[in-house]
């Protein structure tokens, strides 16, 4: 098997990265292959494995990879935000994450079979390695001053839960959206701040 010096390696796993997002998001996680993957990375099967261990440890790193893009932009709002009120920055970080989603047609497509089809792939440590990430979310929001009255992993699976409510109206028309997540937030904002 041949060795990749260090600036191969780093163009090879961009390009993994980059076409597995385009197959990923045109055809979903289910219905591309590893082969589909390296026939458009232009390498080997087995040089695949160098970089993951499966599909879908490349479709976590992907979907991480934009969540960490997501969050660096709340981080800003956050700062911007100096002054509201808790509610109000919750709001806002909602509100700016999900126009930011909508950029990363992946992150939209994480349904329950394709969480379940990862947690069944991956690891348990690789599996709680992109948990955590949620958790970080909300220290996020801790850190710019944002009191929760819950624990913090509750407050990240109030979170989860919302965003996932939030995907699965996707198919209605956008107030009707906006309608039902304000209330939701209302609803969640009064339990959690």
Not at 9 to 28: D, K, M, P, S
Not at 170 to 192: C, N, R, T, Y
């Amino acid at each position: 098997m041949p060795r990749f010096s260090e600036q191969e390696r780093n163009r090879i796993n961009q390009c993994l990265l980059e076409e597995g997002e385009h197959l990923f998001t045109a055809y979903g996680i289910r219905k591309v292959t590893i082969d589909d993957i390296v026939k458009a990375v232009s390498i080997a099967k087995a040089s695949f494995y160098k970089f993951y261990e499966g599909k879908e440890y490349l479709f976590l790193e992907i979907a991480q990879k934009r969540q960490k893009e997501i969050f660096d932009v709340l981080e800003h709002t956050l700062e911007d935000s100096k002054g509201k009120a808790d509610g109000e920055k919750i709001k806002l970080v909602f509100y700016t994450m999900s126009v930011l989603v909508r950029k990363y047609p992946l992150l939209t497509s994480i349904d329950k079979e394709t969480a379940e089809l990862i947690a069944r792939k991956v690891s348990p440590e690789r599996l709680a390695e992109y948990s955590k990430q949620g958790l970080d979310a909300v220290k996020v929001m801790q850190n710019h001053g944002i009191k929760f009255c819950q624990k913090t992993e509750v407050v990240s699976k109030v979170f989860q839960t919302l965003y996932l409510a939030w995907i699965s109206l996707q198919e209605q028309p956008e107030e009707m959206q906006k309608q039902v997540i304000d209330i939701m937030l209302e609803g969640v904002i009064e339990q959690i701040v």
